[in-house]
Nanobody, 122 residues
Framework: QVQLVESGGGLVQAGGSLRLSCAAS????????MGWFRQAPGKEREFVGL????????YYADSVKGRFTISRDNAKNTVYLQMNSLKPEDTAVYYC???????????????WGQGTQVTVSS
């Protein structure tokens, strides 16, 4: 069992930056691929990016590539999402998730955090 808690969301102006954190409980954090997803009102949950267990591979959605960076610290059981050059269309609830396979499909992830709101004003 893994429990995930996101933090770091908030209100930021377009062009600004935020860093989200996702803290995991348990001793198996390093065995999971960690994904970030987001969901805007009235839209389906959308893949943002993922980082594999050791951090050796990273994948990003085209919409955030070059602006967002995922990293993880297995010693701290934490994964991060650094978001730069934010746009109003990045406004959403952001979720971290833990899964066994590096995929962009939310159904393949076993554990989810409660989400943190990110609002980007124009």
């Amino acid at each position: 069992q893994v429990q995930l808690v996101e933090s770091g969301g908030g209100l930021v102006q377009a062009g600004g930056s935020l860093r989200l954190s996702c803290a995991a409980s348990g001793r198996t954090f390093s065995t999971y691929t960690m994904g970030w997803f987001r969901q805007a009102p009235g839209k389906e949950r959308e893949f943002v990016g993922l980082i594999t267990r050791s951090g050796g591979s990273l994948y990003y959605a085209d919409s955030v590539k070059g602006r967002f960076t995922i990293s993880r610290d297995n010693a701290k059981n934490t994964v991060y999402l650094q978001m730069n050059s934010l746009k109003p269309e990045d406004t959403a609830v952001y979720y971290c998730a833990a899964g066994r396979a590096p995929t962009n499909s939310p159904v393949t992830y076993d554990y989810w955090g409660q989400g943190t709101q990110v609002t980007v004003s124009s």
